[in-house]
C-alpha cells in the first residue's frame, strides 16, 4: 500500500462520518474505499473491479466515466459557478425547466429545484399545505403514505416515511402523517387477513384502503398522497394493475393532490422519462433526483401542475421556501447533457427492451430454495428471501441479522457486486444496474448472487 492510500483510508477511519453505517463494523477493518468508475464497474483503492448493481444509489444511468458530463460542469462553471434563483434566474435552470416540462405529463409544467429529493418531498408536502390555505381550505394539511416507504431524511419526509426504526430516535417529528398498507402483493394473504386475492383485487384492494383512511381523518383535512410508482423499502414493490387508476379516482374524488415520488424511478429507471408514465397515471406532484444528471452533480426538483401554481402568480403572495443550491448552475448544464445522452443513446428503449432479459435472469434464481420472490420493473429489482418457499416463512430478526449484516453484504461485495442487501422490511436484495448495461452484465449478476445465496443457505 503506497503512503497516499494509506492517508486516504486513515483519514476515512478517524474523520469520515458515514451516513447509515454502523461504524463498529469498520473497528478492525478498513473502510471500503471506492476511487473511480468506469462503464457498469467501480474500482477500489486496492485497484479490485465491481459490478455497480446499484448505480451508486440508483443514482448513475448513464454509468461511471462520462467525460462528456465533466466538461459541461468545467464549461458551466467556468461561465457563471454560481447564481441563486431568489427572485432571479440563469439561462441553465430556465432550460432544463423547460425541458423537464416537456417530459412531463398531463400540466406539470412549474419546476421548483432543490438539492435532492428528500428536499424535493419537503417542498412537496410544504406546497400541498400552502396551497389549500390560499384556496380557502386551511384545515387540508395532513398526508398519507405507506408502510415501509422510504421518502427522506428531513423532517418533514422523515415523517412521511414508513420505517419505524429510521424514525423513533427523532420523533416527535411533524404531526399529520398517516399510514397505509403497500403494494406488496406477495404478502397479500398476511396483509388483508383474505387468502388468494388477485393482484388486480389486491390492487384495488390497498388503494380503497387510502380512501378509508381520508374518510376516518375526513377528508377536509387530507391535503396529500405520497407514493412510489415502484416502492423502494421493502424491497422493489411494482403496482397491481387498476392500483394508481383507483388511486387518481379516490384523490379526484376527496380533492386531494396525488404526489409521485419518483427519486428513484425518473429518469430511465422504469424505462419512461417518469415513473408515472410507466403504469399509465398523471399525478398532481413529481418529485425527482437522483438520476437527473446520472449522479454527476446534486440536484432535485418539484414539479407542480399548472393549477398549484395559480394562486402564486398575483398579489403579494410568495412561496416562502427555497434552497442556496437549488438548481445550481453547474448541476442544470450536467442535468441537460445528461438528457441529452438519454436521447442520443435511446437509453429509455435500451432498457424497456433488456428489462424482460433482466427480469429472466433473476427469475432463473427461484430454483434456490432461498428465493421467495423476484419483483420490480424496468431495472429496479428485488429478491426477497425466506426461510420456507412454500409457507413464505421469513427470517427472525436475530436470523435476518446474521444473514444480511453478518454475511450476504459482505460476501456479495467480496465477490465483486455492489448491491443492497436490506431489511427495512422482509430481508431483500435489491439490484438497480445503470441503464447502459446488458446481457453480460445480467449474467455476471445471477452467477455471483446463484453463488453467494447457494453459500448462505447452506450456513444457516
Same mark, same amino acid.
Given at each position: ?256 393532490? +396525488? ?88 437509453? +429509455? ?67 465483486? +457486486? ?43
Amino acid at each position: 500500500m503506497t503512503q497516499p492510500e494509506h492517508d486516504v483510508l486513515k483519514a476515512a477511519q478517524d474523520n469520515l462520518w458515514l451516513h447509515f453505517t454502523r461504524h463498529s463494523a469498520y473497528q478492525q477493518s478498513e473502510i471500503p474505499t471506492i476511487v473511480r468508475g468506469e462503464g457498469s464497474y467501480v474500482y477500489d483503492i486496492h485497484g479490485k473491479r465491481y459490478l455497480d448493481g446499484l448505480s451508486g444509489l440508483f443514482v448513475v444511468q448513464v454509468g461511471h466515466g462520462r467525460q462528456e458530463l465533466a466538461e459541461a460542469a468545467a464549461k458551466q462553471a467556468q461561465e457563471l459557478a454560481f447564481f441563486p434563483l431568489w427572485s432571479y434566474a440563469h439561462p441553465k435552470a430556465a432550460e432544463l425547466a423547460q425541458r423537464l416540462a416537456a417530459h412531463t405529463p398531463g400540466e406539470l409544467n412549474r419546476v421548483f429545484f432543490t438539492t435532492g429529493g428528500g428536499e424535493a418531498v419537503e417542498t412537496a408536502w410544504k406546497l400541498a399545505k400552502q396551497y389549500y390555505k390560499l384556496i380557502g381550505k386551511p384545515l387540508k394539511h395532513k398526508v398519507i403514505s405507506r408502510q415501509i416507504a422510504y421518502h427522506g431524511t428531513p423532517q418533514g419526509a422523515l415523517s412521511i416515511t414508513g420505517i419505524p426504526a429510521f424514525k423513533q430516535m427523532f420523533e416527535p417529528l411533524v404531526p399529520g402523517s398517516i399510514r397505509v398498507p403497500n403494494t406488496n402483493h406477495y404478502r397479500a394473504d398476511e396483509i388483508t387477513g383474505v387468502k388468494g386475492m388477485s393482484p388486480e383485487e389486491y390492487g384495488i384492494w390497498a388503494a380503497e384502503r387510502v380512501a378509508r383512511a381520508i374518510e376516518m381523518e375526513g377528508p377536509d383535512t387530507v391535503a396529500a398522497v405520497f407514493a412510489e410508482p415502484v416502492q423502494n423499502a421493502g424491497g422493489c414493490f411494482p403496482p397491481p394493475p387498476g392500483y394508481f387508476q383507483r388511486l387518481r379516482e379516490i384523490c379526484d374524488e376527496y380533492d386531494v393532490l +396525488l404526489v409521485s415520488d419518483e427519486v428513484i424511478c425518473a429518469f430511465g429507471r422504469l424505462g419512461t422519462m417518469f415513473g408515472g408514465q410507466k403504469f399509465d397515471y398523471v399525478p398532481d406532484i413529481i418529485t425527482c433526483a437522483k438520476g437527473m444528471t446520472s449522479g454527476y452533480s446534486p440536484i432535485g426538483a418539484m414539479i407542480a401542475h399548472e393549477r398549484l401554481f395559480e394562486p402564486f402568480k398575483s398579489g403579494d403572495t410568495m412561496f416562502a421556501h427555497g434552497y442556496t443550491f437549488g438548481g445550481h448552475p453547474v448541476s442544470a448544464a450536467v442535468a441537460l447533457a445528461n438528457l441529452d445522452i438519454f436521447e442520443r443513446e435511446d437509453l +429509455l428503449g435500451h432498457v424497456t427492451r433488456n428489462e424482460p432479459r433482466f427480469k429472466q435472469t433473476l427469475d432463473d434464481l427461484r430454483d434456490l430454495p432461498i428465493v421467495g420472490d423476484v419483483r420490480g420493473s424496468g431495472y429496479f429489482w428485488g429478491i426477497e428471501l425466506v426461510k420456507d418457499k412454500t409457507t413464505k416463512e421469513t427470517f427472525t430478526a436475530d436470523e435476518s441479522e446474521r444473514l444480511l449484516r453478518g454475511f450476504l453484504s459482505k460476501a456479495l461485495f467480496d465477490a465483486g +457486486l455492489y448491491c443492497r442487501a436490506d431489511d427495512r422490511g422482509d430481508p431483500v436484495i435489491q439490484l438497480a444496474p445503470p441503464l447502459i448495461a446488458g446481457q453480460k452484465e445480467f449474467d455476471e449478476i445471477g452467477a455471483i448472487l446463484r453463488g453467494v445465496l447457494a453459500e448462505a443457505w447452506a450456513q444457516l
